[in-house]
């Protein structure tokens, strides 16, 4: 191992703050503002520290090493891009406010890239000319601009941020597949290389359009995204995730008319017959494209899912209170015995499986217990209705799915040729015809990555770095500096553990106990070794992993050892 230069706290830029900054609005941000790693320049622009340098460069080292080891090649591309190009692929005109443009003093038009599909395809498409020169897959790390509408949550969605993308060139889709499987693999690496607990998510391929993507979630509970996932792997959206309610039966022997004075909720309902929520059932209206009211039927302790009722059920849209009224149904007492003709009734699948149901009477007051499916109604329509919920059979391999809040960190997506085809970017194929490249894109937020790594790895003291990505690994703290025992242990310490191989830094300022303790909790350094007059004379210091929080004392001889081990666990 090559030694580090030993960081000094009386010499860093790294000017810690007590008081939480009030223009903040979540947990990495206020961290990492106080932490002195970043400063917020303006709406979604900021400016990195020293130590915030440090973590960037170990994300971006990172990152770097996984390209290059699954085969992707490291170029450097313009953040200011000509609008020319994006006129070519169609997009000039279409992507939106996100996009900054601006104009040179010639009068030509411009943008800040907000990512780099069409120029990395036009810098390719000269060069690359034959099946033979592909596959490639070029990369850099790079500045991206997209003007947020509302830049918030600090460095998770600023309108500058930094952004590894990478881009795929194949002659077929086979080749993608292979590319992409890359690139898969590479982002995995690089989650767990950075220590974060995450879930890989089938996503929605959105606007870029292509046939497959998957998005890489850091679990954090303050995540914009949340997903149900199971051990078995599966994971999801949970807007576009499928599994199965467990609905309850309630017992009732035949169909009887309930009344239900004042109850217009499924809580007032289970509560009014002293049952679960799942063995009632919940009703919810719509209708389709032609206009047709439809009444939809899920487990009472699920809601419906409109973007499921909307594949089910083509056009579905909900029907506002006053067009409830106009067509004969009644608000909070839906159900399917006795619906105003030419209704039709859709159920989730789970409640195939529920002979007799607890549902609305179509009367206000009224419900229905015991009414039977097949004899006391009918179904049109069964299908995936549900919102998932904790619990629901995992639809891989039945188990239960739980649901978690995640940060998108990265997305992969198969762009296919949308891009090559519209920009005419073309190579020959082994059969002498020219044929588009087949694309796939692949994002990595770099500074996003960061900042979640934060949301996940924090306490109300401060950050807890996960070690590979930590601004330096170990902070030695004399607890009296100018002491003649203290201050040259302290030294002397650092310097075995630089020697060692560690990345050291000595807070060497002359300051009470309790705030470098703060400071060296705040910043989040991994391991803190605590020097002290009265255990240095019995040969001893401190050892505390932040994580834990626990100090240790540990003989002078063997902090090497101790340091090593904690930052292992
Ligand atoms: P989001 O849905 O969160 O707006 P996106 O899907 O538009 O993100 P991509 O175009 O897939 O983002 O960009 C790749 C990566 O760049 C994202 O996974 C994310 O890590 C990062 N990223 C995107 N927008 C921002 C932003 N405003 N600030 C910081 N990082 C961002
Ligand atoms: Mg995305």
Redesign the pocket.
């Known amino acids: 191992m090559s030694k580090h230069a030993i960081l000094r706290m009386t010499k860093l830029y790294a000017p810690t703050l007590k008081e939480t900054p009030s223009d903040q609005d979540i947990a990495s941000a206020k961290l990492l503002v106080r932490a002195g790693m970043i400063r917020k320049e303006a709406s979604g622009l900021y400016t990195f520290l020293p130590l915030g340098m440090r973590v960037l460069h170990k994300i971006q080292n990172i990152v770097r090493e996984e390209m290059d080891s699954h085969e992707a090649q490291e170029v450097l591309m313009p953040f200011v891009q000509d609008a020319e190009l994006w006129r070519r692929s169609g997009r000039w005109g279409v992507y939106g406010d996100e996009m900054m443009r601006l104009t040179d003093r010639h009068g030509n038009e411009f943008c800040l890239g907000p990512?780099h599909e069409e120029v990395i395809t036009d810098l390719v498409q000269n060069e690359l000319r034959s099946y033979k020169d592909l596959p490639r897959n070029l990369y850099h790390i790079q500045l991206k601009f997209?003007d947020?509408r509302r830049p918030r949550f600090g460095?998770?969605?600023?309108?500058e941020?930094i952004?590894k993308d990478a881009y795929s060139f194949d002659a077929d889709e086979a080749g993608l597949d292979a590319s992409y499987a890359l690139m898969r693999d590479a982002y995995v690496n690089i989650t767990e290389r950075m220590g974060l607990r995450y879930r890989v998510v089938e996503a929605d391929t959105g606007e870029i359009g292509g046939s497959g993507s998957e998005e890489f979630m850091v679990l954090a509970d303050t995540g914009?995204a949340e997903i149900a996932y199971c051990e078995c792997g599966y994971a999801a959206d949970v807007e576009a995730a499928s599994g199965k309610a467990h609905p309850t039966v309630y017992a009732a022997d035949s169909m009887e008319k309930v009344a239900t004075p004042g109850v217009h909720t499924i809580a007032e309902l289970a509560e009014f017959l002293k049952c679960d929520e799942s063995a009632t059932v919940k009703a919810f209206s719509g209708k389709d494209a032609e206009g047709t009211v439809w009444v939809l039927f899920v487990p009472g302790d699920h809601e419906v899912n409109e973007l499921k009722a909307s594949q089910l059920i083509s056009g579905f849209e909900p029907l506002t209170d006053e067009e409830m009224q106009e067509s004969g149904l009644v608000k909070g007492s839906m159900g399917p015995v006795g619906l105003p003709a030419g209704v039709k009734i859709a159920a989730d699948s789970s409640l195939a499986e529920v002979p007799a149901w607890v549902v609305g009477a179509n009367e206000d007051g009224f419900h229905y217990v015991g009414a039977k499916l097949g004899h006391d109604f009918t179904v049109d329509t069964w299908g995936e209705l549900c919102e998932i919920a904790e619990g629901d059979s995992c639809p891989v391999c039945g188990k239960p799915l739980e649901l978690a809040r995640g940060i998108?960190?990265?997305?992969i997506f198969k762009l296919g040729t949308k891009y090559s085809a519209a920009m005419d970017a073309t190579y020959m194929a082994e059969d002498g015809t020219e044929k588009p490249f087949v694309m796939g894109c692949y994002?990595?937020?770099v500074?996003?990555?960061l900042a979640a790594a934060v949301e996940q790895c924090h306490d109300e003291d401060g950050i807890i770095w996960p070690a590979a990505i930590a601004p330096a690994e170990v902070v030695v703290i004399p607890l009296s500096m100018g002491d003649d025992l203290v201050e040259p242990a302290a030294n002397e310490l650092a310097e075995k553990l630089a020697e060692a191989g560690f990345e050291v830094v000595i807070d060497d300022r002359d300051a009470r106990a309790g705030f470098k303790f703060a400071d060296a909790d705040l910043i989040g350094w991994p391991v803190q070794v605590v020097l002290g007059k009265r255990g240095l004379k019995n040969g001893e210091v401190e050892v505390k992993r932040r994580a834990e929080g626990e100090k240790v004392p540990v003989a002078l001889d063997d902090v090497v050892d101790a340091v090593a081990k904690a930052l292992k666990a």
Request: aromatic share 10%; hydrophobic share 30%.
């Open positions: 990512t997209r947020e460095l998770l969605r600023s309108r941020f952004m914009e998108e960190v990265g997305q994002g990595w937020g500074s996003r990555s």
